[in-house]
């Protein structure tokens, strides 16, 4: 069977795990609405998420130290909302915080919760993200996501594609990075992962950008499991 | 109601969550008997334990980089195996890590579980431990520990009761210290949270040290909560 050998599965979360595209937009036109703004919440969310990478990018070079998720989303917020109408001068702290804490009330995908109930019955199961561990946390409590662990990017002190994201997770498992396998909608993520000695097994979110997703819409590789969701992975995996 | 303002509640583990002596000396009970070796199980469990704070003196001090708990436990392990007619030689190294996750295999108390349940309905929980992340999430599988995150030693690099364990949480969680109630049956390592400027709540365990035990059997200190159980907390705190 695939995966013979590997005792955790780790997960990638952002387009995995959560469907953060639609649940940013929905958020951010609820605030739209309140402040009487004319934007669109899913171009914002492109907006927002667009900022991710490059951000991340600073910490990766090392021209700038470890920094939480929490902190680079909130410094994205602020770039992107005179884009859309709304001028961040205007708002108080705790409606920026609360803004940007739509990344902590993200929402599964329909069979995500389900799929990992599975999962958890034969492998310990944990997210492997760039978010911080109280994003996780608050994400998977609203969700009912049943991690056994929440592996922060606080622990790696790195942002995946780093090979210490996926090794140093593999250390604080206390296995071999084969005995771990990264679970993603993204190719590049389980390149990474491989790269590292990790296995791999792939998901297709070809939603997670919206109706016209050109990316990852199928395996780019001969990923070690490729299933077409969270519950017929576990149905591959023998749970 | 005591805890007003309060976001989180992060445990002590080994004696306030689990009954760290009996579930070790069950299972070097069952070692012995499978190795023909007369000795006591309850004897063992203590003698294990007391090398406990000693080893984490070495990396508190400084003297050694921070160690994961497991890696100390099996050192150890090592140690006291010989002084309990075990020849340490003669085993395997399979045999010998099994022993040693005897520390991942530790019963609850019998409150524990049905007091975090209900006491997670309003409150962020996570463990407040010197043991690592895995070990505190193979304890919280096996048992159904329902934590909301596992905050292992590795996130503080710090062992209680240096004040970086403390403070390095609340930071992990983003809150203020005052939003962070630490709960232990330890009076000592409330001491040290309430210094950091957490909020401290004692339960104690009169048994965790055996029948004859001395210390910690009640609060010493005017605690901001003081309850007789996991379920008694919960009700005390309005869960």
């Known amino acids: 069977m695939?995966?013979?050998?590997?005792?955790?599965?780790?997960?990638?979360?952002?387009?995995?795990v959560v469907d953060w595209r639609t649940s940013v937009a929905r958020q951010a036109s609820e605030f739209f609405a309140k402040h009487g703004v004319q934007s669109d919440g899913f171009a914002f969310a492109d907006a927002w998420r667009k900022q991710y990478q490059p951000a991340m990018t600073e910490v990766r070079s090392g021209r700038r130290p470890f920094t939480r998720l929490d902190v680079l989303h909130r410094e994205n917020l602020l770039k992107v909302l005179p884009?859309?109408?709304?001028?961040?001068?205007?708002?108080?702290?705790?409606?920026?915080?609360?803004?940007?804490?739509?990344?902590?009330?993200?929402?599964?995908?329909p069979d995500t919760v389900a799929g990992l109930t599975r999962l958890k019955t034969r492998f310990f199961i944990a997210p492997l993200s760039n978010g911080n561990i109280v994003l996780m946390a608050n994400v998977a409590k609203r969700?009912?996501?049943?991690?056994?662990?929440?592996?922060?990017?606080?622990?790696?002190?790195?942002?995946?594609p780093q090979p210490e994201a996926y090794l140093r997770t593999a250390e604080v498992l206390a296995m071999r990075p084969e005995e771990v396998a990264l679970i993603a909608a993204h190719n590049n993520d389980l390149a990474a992962a491989r790269q590292c000695g990790l296995r791999t097994g792939?998901?297709?979110?070809?939603?997670?950008?919206?109706?016209?997703?050109?990316?990852?819409?199928?395996?780019e590789a001969d990923w070690d499991v490729v299933a077409e969701s969270f519950t017929d992975l576990a149905s591959k995996l023998g749970c």
Chains 1, 2 share one sequence.
Do not use: Y
Request: no cysteine; net charge negative.
């Open 83 to 109: 884009e859309h109408g709304v001028d961040p001068s205007k708002l108080s702290e705790a409606e920026i915080d609360d803004l940007n804490r739509a990344w902590h009330r993200l929402d599964p995908w």
């Open 143 to 160: 969700a009912g996501i049943p991690w056994d662990a929440i592996l922060g990017s606080e622990v790696s002190q790195a942002f995946k």
């Open 202 to 219: 792939f998901v297709p979110r070809p939603t997670e950008h919206g109706p016209n997703q050109k990316t990852d819409l199928r395996a």
């Open 2 to 16: 695939a995966m013979d050998g590997v005792k955790a599965l780790v997960f990638d979360v952002f387009g995995t």
